[in-house]
């Protein structure tokens, strides 16, 4: 029955009640439809929730740093709600030159490689090319039969070692959380294992990744695989599966399936000579004044160390940060899966999981439960409130590299901040400043 006065007819109720339907179901579409990840674009401090003049903090310790000569110079970035909020270069870019830092300097990021290194896992593993919870002898077969050290003392009162059998088998997995039972050299460590890494040239800047695996196939391991932390060359043989895996180079399959889809042309291995000029480098520093020994970016090493061996910008390096909070996307570019990027950036550590007692060296920043911290399949995380000295939340990831470089990034406030210099000596207090000053000018 029709409404009094409707002269329409039925053909004509139906087609607008039709058109109604529609329209309808379109705003609910649209209504439900998920927001885009955001892009990364120029922005401001206000509008990214900062305060420019708290920001003004950071920027006059920044300027103290270099007047004191406790850095030659720096670049910070920070990024929020899809914003570049600040980005200020300090002090020199090289030093001998004179020349001024730009923001497009190009730096050996070291450590900060890894991550990059374990999304290349990541996307092998969701290809099904590998799992990271195979044995890492199934990928390479040197790993056969590695033992592990036992360390007790001799007749003559020295560090004597004698072997054992893996109660488990060393994973992928273990390999991106550290728990390998791998260590890095040290000469001046009492550990013989770490003594012995540095009389066979681990990691020497000549050798290929294949060189490097078949060198640590001959060591013995410093603890039993999956029980312990210990920091490690593990990225760098992340580094070689991705080549047997792949098929490619490492520097190969970053450049394709990585850094070209994410924009991010000045992040590599080596840095053009064409582009040489733009390089950041060290000063003399520490108590005897020796410039650090940090290889010029456009050095084109043998060793493309997955673990430490990357140049970068900020600007490039912000890509990644935004690709990770928008949890594998960026600018329509999707790399792996959201719940992938979710496994990445969660804690890995087994509770109760000790670090080794060489890693005090990280301080504040050390994934141990004491410092409210675990470690991921690329980065220490933030696994509780409260114990940790450093402003942050539960879920924030980090890590930085042994020349100064460090990066994090907190999910809860939408926000990553780089900080690229070529400073061994002062790169933990700055990255404790750095937490402290960009955390204060938080607004909204």
Not at 53 to 77: H, I, K, N, T
Not at 142 to 147: M, Y
Not at 363 to 381: D, K, R
């Amino acid at each position: 029955m029709k409404p009094a006065g409707d002269t329409t007819t039925p053909a004509a109720r139906l087609r607008r009640l039709t058109l109604l339907t529609a329209s309808a179901l379109v705003l609910s579409a649209c209504a439900s439809a998920p927001a885009s990840p955001p892009s990364l674009t120029s922005g401001s401090a206000a509008s990214a929730g900062l305060s420019a003049a708290r920001l003004d903090r950071l920027s006059a310790r920044m300027e103290q740093g270099v007047q004191r000569g406790e850095l030659p110079g720096a670049v910070v970035l920070i990024g929020r709600k899809g914003q570049i909020a600040y980005e200020r270069a300090f002090g020199l870019q090289d030093p001998d030159k004179r020349t001024t830092m730009q923001p497009d300097a190009i730096f050996r990021i070291a450590s900060m490689s890894k991550p990059i290194t374990s999304l290349a896992i990541l996307m092998l593993n969701e290809e099904g090319r590998l799992s990271i919870a195979d044995p890492v002898e199934k990928y390479l077969p040197e790993f056969k039969g590695l033992q592990v050290a036992v360390i007790g003392k001799g007749s003559d009162g020295k560090p004597s070692i004698t072997l054992e059998p893996q109660r488990q088998l060393m994973t992928v997995q273990d390999l991106m959380r550290h728990t390998s039972g791998l260590t890095y050299g040290a000469a001046s460590s009492d550990h013989p294992v770490k003594k012995a890494y540095v009389e066979a040239k681990i990691s020497d800047m000549g050798d290929t990744n294949a060189t490097l695996v078949s060198k640590l196939s001959r060591q013995p391991l410093v603890f039993q695989p999956g029980t312990t932390w210990e920091y490690s060359v593990s990225t760098d043989v992340l580094g070689r599966i991705v080549e047997v895996v792949s098929g490619q180079t490492l520097d190969r399959f970053v450049e394709e399936r990585i850094t070209r889809p994410l924009k991010m042309p000045d992040t590599g291995f080596v840095t053009p000579a064409a582009q040489g000029h733009r390089a950041a480098r060290p000063h003399a520093e520490g108590p005897k004044k020796v410039v650090p020994n940090v290889p010029h970016p456009t050095a084109d090493l043998a060793y493309k160390s997955g673990g430490g061996g990357m140049v970068s910008t900020a600007r490039d390096y912000a890509r990644f940060g935004q690709f990770l909070l928008n949890g594998g996307e960026l600018d329509g570019v999707r790399l792996v899966s959201r719940k992938t990027i979710d496994l990445m950036v969660s804690n890995h550590l087994p509770p109760g999981t000790p670090i080794g007692p060489d890693m005090a060296r990280f301080e504040a920043l050390a994934p141990s439960a004491a410092m409210g911290q675990g470690f991921s399949l690329a980065f220490a995380v933030r696994t509780d409130a409260g114990r940790n000295p450093l402003p942050g939340s539960v879920g924030d990831y980090f890590w930085g590299g042994a020349y100064g470089t460090f990066f994090w990034a907190d999910p809860k406030e939408e926000m990553f901040v780089i900080l690229m210099m070529q400073s061994p000596e002062a790169r933990l207090p700055y990255r404790y400043l750095l937490r402290q000053l960009v955390y204060q000018a938080l607004e909204r």
